[in-house]
């Protein structure tokens, strides 16, 4: 059974239907990338698992149960947690506050899971004390993520981590997205860098208008001359 199953779903904002019968899955502890053109719907698969888009139609089932249709801080509580592409920290609270309000919905605060981030993001320690919003764009990211992971989630939803990264950074960024799938935690990750995401995944799927184009391994993908010339730039 998949940890996260995504059948036949439409979705979209309002009247606007962004996604038509989207298939997707998501494995224990697998690493999966969507990747595809401007446009295609793949931050709204992720903001309709989350309950931040309308879900019209279809199935989305996490551990077996259904979702559709949840709010996020219900979606929270189930093992799944999502890191949007902006507006990611609360600029005016200090990284260790931040850390805090990522686990808001606990009666207390789990510090051995706030040392766990210090461990994977040593540079969120250095500057604890720090405002958010002084933080660089990479720093920031950490922070983002590292919230997401003070609930110790069984899926990590990442929308765009590398988005506006200076080019030296993306490639640290996406090392520390490796580790957090190689320590057991899922990966479902939307990367506007569609080769170096499939050159690291399980899995990739790529959408064009809203559905699914062509599912496979990450290394078939990109050994495949059709998405090659079509996506991925020749």
């Known amino acids: 059974m998949s940890l996260l199953a995504i059948?036949?779903?439409?979705?979209?904002?309002?009247?606007l239907q962004?996604?038509?019968d989207v298939d997707m899955a998501v494995g224990s502890e697998e690493y999966i990338a969507i990747v595809g053109p401007n446009g295609a719907g793949k931050s709204t698969v992720m903001r309709t698992v989350f309950g931040l888009a309308d879900?019209?139609?279809?199935?989305?089932?996490?551990?077996?149960?259904?979702?559709?249709?949840?709010?996020?801080?219900?979606?929270?509580t189930r093992g799944l947690n999502y890191v949007p592409q902006s507006d990611n920290v609360f600029p005016g609270l200090t990284v260790r506050e931040n850390l805090e309000m990522g686990a808001y919905i606990l009666d207390e605060l789990p510090e051995d899971r706030l040392e766990s981030v210090y461990?994977?993001?040593?540079?969120?320690?250095?500057r604890v004390d720090q405002a958010a919003g002084s933080l660089s764009g990479g720093q920031q990211q950490m922070l983002?993520?590292?919230?997401?992971?003070?609930?110790?989630?069984d899926l990590l939803l990442l929308d765009e981590p590398s988005a506006g990264l200076a080019p030296?950074?993306?490639?640290?960024?996406?090392?520390?997205?490796?580790r957090i799938n190689d320590a057991g935690t899922a990966?479902?990750?939307?990367?506007?860098?569609?080769?170096?995401?499939l050159r690291r995944c399980d899995r990739?799927?790529?959408?064009?208008?809203?559905?699914?184009?062509?599912?496979d391994t990450g290394d078939a993908l990109l050994t495949n001359q059709q998405v090659r010339e079509d996506f991925l730039g020749g």
């Open 7 to 15: 059948e036949g779903l439409d979705a979209g904002y309002g009247d």
């Open 18 to 20: 962004v996604l038509s």
């Open 55 to 76: 879900h019209m139609d279809g199935e989305i089932r996490f551990d077996g149960e259904g979702i559709h249709g949840l709010r996020p801080d219900q979606v929270i």
């Open 119 to 126: 461990d994977r993001f040593p540079i969120l320690y250095e």
């Open 144 to 153: 983002a993520m590292g919230r997401a992971l003070m609930l110790d989630p």
């Open 168 to 178: 030296d950074l993306v490639a640290e960024t996406l090392d520390r997205v490796d």
């Open 187 to 197: 990966v479902l990750i939307v990367e506007q860098n569609a080769k170096e995401a």
């Open 204 to 215: 990739g799927y790529v959408l064009v208008d809203g559905g699914n184009r062509y599912e």
